[in-house]
């Protein structure tokens, strides 16, 4: 039996991987700095999904977190991918997307995916 692909879960591993803290959610014991990774819409057509994925990197300082977003969105466009990822564009970003509840700089992007629906 073919078990369900997350491409949210294949990107929190690889981010780990790349020496990012990574998370689907922001957890209780916040790091200095960590990236967030959530889907925020797309598409499934002939057995590919196609997720848009916002992406967000928090940091303690402004401009920590801009350098973050920044060398992660080169890391995206020029290294080797999440396992079942075959592409990926950066739709919007990276740009600062300061948390007024939190107070915690962060900058934000939105990447568009091509990836796989089984493992």
Request: proline fraction near 4%.
């Amino acid at each position: 039996m073919r078990m369900a692909y997350s491409v949210l879960a294949e990107f929190t591993e690889w981010l780990g991987e790349q020496w990012y803290v990574a998370s689907s959610i922001v957890s209780e014991s916040v790091p200095d700095s960590f990236v967030t990774i959530e889907r925020t819409g797309g598409y499934v057509e002939d057995m590919l999904d196609h997720p848009t994925i916002a992406v967000q990197c928090w940091a303690q300082t402004d401009s920590e977190a801009h350098d973050m977003a920044i060398g992660l969105r080169n890391l995206l466009l020029t290294d080797q991918r999440p396992y079942g990822v075959g592409r990926i564009a950066i739709d919007s970003g990276p740009y600062r997307f300061y948390d007024e509840y939190t107070r915690c700089p962060r900058y934000q992007m939105a990447l568009d995916a091509t990836c796989q629906l089984t493992d």
